[in-house]
Structures are given as C-alpha cells and as structure tokens.
C-alpha cells in the first residue's frame, strides 16, 4: 500500500489494536491518539489522510473528531467506528461528512478497502483545493488595477 499517514483515535485497547495490526499489515505505520485533545494536537503537528475513530471518547466523539477535522482540515478523510452501529448514529457520522462507519469485528479487506477509497478521496479533495486556489487566484489577478 502506498504511504498513507493513518491516524487511530480510541480508547478501546482491543478494538484499537485489532484496527492497528491490519493497518501495518499492509505496511502502514498508524499513529495513535487516545481521545479527541490528543487527535487535535496530532493533527497539528502531522499531515494525516485518514483519522479513524470510535464513536465514544473520554472527551467526546466522533461528533467533535468530525467538526475538529472538518473544520481545520477537510480533506482529511474520517472512518468512523461503533459497537453499537445504531442507524442514528450511523446517519448523524455520514451528515457530519464521515468518509464511511463501520462496527467491529472488523475484516482486514474492508480495512483495506476502505483505507484505499479514504485515500482516493483525500487526493481529490487536494486536487480540488488547487485548481479552486488556481482559479481563484486568476480572478483576483484579472480584477486588480
């Protein structure tokens, strides 16, 4: 798999080190993060692509992981993950802008899969932001004196 920098955020230690062998099965070197400050100052300090995370953190969630991220960097792509996998939540991730949601046990294809369209789409929201840059920059050219 190619270089992708994956962030796992959670408090669960099983769920976490599940998601972790998988991820660095194929490669991957994931970082950690116990709760939603550790993510915040991760993200920081390190370009990441993907940020996955569980529903419930020791303070907060998956809502305040998905405003944090949306709001600094959107084109970071979050999986978000729950035991519950209650239909509530899985819609309320998706309206937040979660790439996908998914519920433990977890498989290492899907992973892969999804670490794979995370990645894909991540380029192409950077891909987007350029050419936005770019014709924004060509308008604020032409209107200048």
Do not use: W
Request: hydrophobic share 40%; glycine share 8%; proline share 5%.
């Amino acid at each position: 798999m190619k270089s992708i920098q994956v962030l796992v955020t959670g408090c669960d230690a099983g769920k976490r080190t599940a998601l972790l062998n998988m991820l660095e099965e194929y490669g991957l070197e994931p970082m950690i993060a116990a709760n939603v400050e550790e993510t915040r100052q991760i993200l920081e300090r390190r370009p990441m692509q993907v940020v996955f995370c569980e529903d419930r953190l020791p303070d907060g969630g998956f809502r305040e992981i998905l405003c944090l991220v949306k709001a600094n960097r959107p084109e970071v792509q979050v999986v978000v993950s729950s035991m519950l996998g209650g239909v509530h939540e899985y819609i309320e991730a998706m309206n937040l802008g979660a790439f996908d949601f998914i519920a433990p046990p977890y498989r290492s294809s899907e992973i892969a899969s999804i670490v794979d369209g995370a990645y894909r789409r991540y380029r192409l929201k950077r891909k987007d932001e350029g050419v936005l840059y770019r014709q924004t920059e060509g308008l604020c050219k032409a209107a200048s004196p």
